[in-house]
């Protein structure tokens, strides 16, 4: 298998944290994230190093007591109800995560288009993928 890549830029960085590659710079500068310059001046940051502090970004935020480990954090950009169940669309960065739910918990919860929501996910079957790659990890 070929090695996968190692090392990202900083906009690359950005992209994977769901940050602005401004704030990644002023994370670099400040100390708190390390990064490398490359033969052109670039800044690379080391994947472990990234893994690293992405997960020390997770361990703050995180909260709460829970056995589901899968938290997006995002705004609710569609609820569509009827008389028993709900569908709510909530836009988690680049990512779209649907639920289904009764309507009563969509209104108790007060969700509508605009409001902050977190998608708490706890699935057995999680499929892993690398992109451009075909093998595919499962987790069960």
């Known amino acids: 298998m070929v090695g996968l890549v190692t090392t990202f830029r900083i906009s690359e960085a950005a992209a994977l944290l769901g940050v602005s ?30 893994a690293a502090f992405a997960r020390s970004q997770i361990d703050q935020v995180d909260g709460g007591r829970s056995s589901a480990r899968n938290r997006f ?26 639920s289904l739910m009764s309507r009563q918990a969509a209104d108790e919860l007060g969700l509508e288009p605009g409001v ?25």
């Open 21 to 50: 590659s401004d704030t990644v710079r002023r994370w670099v500068d400040a100390g708190r994230l390390a990064a490398e310059r490359d033969e052109h001046g670039h800044r690379l940051v080391d994947g472990a190093e990234l």
């Open 73 to 98: 954090r995002g705004i609710v950009t569609e609820v569509i109800k009827d008389s028993v169940m709900a569908q709510v669309e909530i836009a988690a960065g680049p990512y779209r995560v649907v």
């Open 116 to 140: 902050v929501a977190v998608a708490v996910i706890k699935s057995t079957n999680v499929v892993v993928e690398i992109p451009g790659h075909e093998r595919v990890a499962s987790s069960h």
